[in-house]
């Protein structure tokens, strides 16, 4: 995805740049959310390691929706997702490809949303399992994660510490075409979220909680050596496993868990 040049960037493999995220409508809770915020955000394949993750400061520009808190206003002062893989086929020396699938890994995701005030304000989960890179023939990335989840604090939830259920991500990578001096390219992943317990473990989680949920992200990206800009359209089903129409209580009237999302992107190659 990219190609460093000597003493232009801080590492020829680590990828990185610092980015100012604006984003309406987001559906991962109970209320719809908007806020602008930084991000950190890397990259890397080196040998057996391929790696991808970001760190979002929620509201650090002091912008936002009425329900959303952040780092300064006692709110979440972090959130972290990380995706690292390590190559079965490198470790263990031993080629594994077949048909259409190049290369296999011990695929992790991670989040950690909320590191801060109290235990009972945050989600703690990590997904593992098998992942493989897919050959298609064409200038195009794709890869394909399935994984087992474990899921941590939870918001209370009734599936806090224990394994439940499973995620099934795709990911991809289509150059477009040179433009305006940089590279278009429309980038893709979806999260396919199945087999939780946590719509069905009691009647009051089975009214407001959903045992799967969709979260499908789509991105126009345009780069160049150090700046980017991108537009992102995200369609969530029963973001956050929240069951859409259930009606909690809050400000917002019933949750609105299904629909779009969208974001603008600016951000330093470094």
């Known amino acids: 995805m990219a190609d ?29 959310n908007n806020d602008v915020y930084l991000e950190y955000e890397a990259f890397a394949k080196k040998d057996w390691f391929d790696f991808y993750g970001y760190v979002d400061v929620p509201k650090f520009f002091g912008v936002g929706n009425t329900p959303d808190r952040g780092i300064w206003d006692k709110g979440s002062p972090m959130f ?29 995701n991670y989040i950690y949303y909320d590191l801060g005030h109290n235990v009972d304000g ?42 439940d ?11 477009l075409t040179p433009l305006w001096g940089g590279n278009l390219s429309y980038i893709g992943f979806t999260n396919f979220d199945f087999g939780s317990d946590l719509g069905k473990d009691n009647a009051a989680s089975k009214q407001l909680r959903t045992s799967n949920s969709i979260a499908s992200t789509h991105i126009m990206a345009l780069n160049y050596d150090h700046w980017h800009y991108s537009f992102v359209a995200r369609y969530f089903h029963n973001g ?6 259930a009606d909690i209580g809050t ?9 779009w999302a969208y974001y603008i992107v600016a951000g330093y190659n470094f």
């Open 80 to 108: 972290v997702e990380i995706e690292p893989r390590f190559s079965i086929d490198k470790l263990t020396a031993t080629y594994l490809s077949f048909g259409l699938f190049k290369e296999w890994y011990f695929a992790n």
């Open 240 to 245: 956050g496993q929240w069951q859409d129409g």
């Open 4 to 32: 460093s040049k000597n003493g232009e960037y801080v590492s020829d493999w680590w990828h990185q740049s610092a980015n100012v995220v604006g984003s309406y409508h987001t559906r991962f809770g109970p209320q719809l």
């Open 165 to 175: 259920g499973y995620r099934f991500k795709v990911k991809y990578l289509v150059p």
């Open 251 to 259: 400000p917002q009237g019933p949750i609105k868990s299904t629909g």
């Open 122 to 163: 945050r989600q703690n989960t990590w997904y593992m399992g098998l992942g493989s890179d897919v050959n298609t023939g064409l200038p195009i990335s794709l890869s394909l994660n399935i994984y087992a989840k474990y899921q941590w604090e939870n918001y209370q939830a009734v599936n806090e510490n224990s394994w």
